[in-house]
């Protein structure tokens, strides 16, 4: 069982930047991969970005690379997902999961965190 906590989202300005952090408690953080999902309303649920259970495979959706970076800390049990270039259209609630294997594929991820909201005004 993993446990996941976001937090880091709020209000910003178009081209502005936020730091997303997920704090993971329970069993084997470190060997899971990571996921970065949003939601925007009306919309379904995407992949933003994964990073592998080492740290050394990352993959991007096409809309944010260049912007965001993934990254995770092992030793301190979390994720993060730098954003910068803040678009009005990357407004959603965002959510970390925690999948088995490296994947971008929403169903395979058994964990999920409650959510932080991202508003990017213009």
């Known amino acids: 069982q993993v446990q996941l906590v976001e937090s880091g989202g709020g209000l910003v300005q178009a081209g502005g930047s936020l730091r997303l952090s997920c704090a993971a408690s329970g069993r084997a953080f470190s060997s899971y991969a990571m996921g970065w999902f949003r939601q925007a309303p009306g919309k379904e649920r995407e992949s933003v970005a994964v990073?592998?259970?080492?740290?050394?495979?990352?993959y991007y959706t096409d809309s944010v690379k260049g912007r965001f970076t993934i990254a995770r800390d092992n030793a301190k049990n979390t994720v993060f997902l730098q954003m910068s270039s803040l678009k009005p259209e990357d407004t959603a609630v965002y959510y970390c999961?925690?999948?088995?294997?490296?994947?971008?594929?929403?169903?395979?991820?058994?964990?999920w965190g409650q959510g932080t909201q991202v508003t990017v005004s213009s």
């Open positions: 990073i592998s259970w080492s740290g050394g495979t990352t």
């Open positions: 999961a925690a999948a088995h294997h490296f994947t971008y594929t929403r169903r395979e991820y058994e964990y």
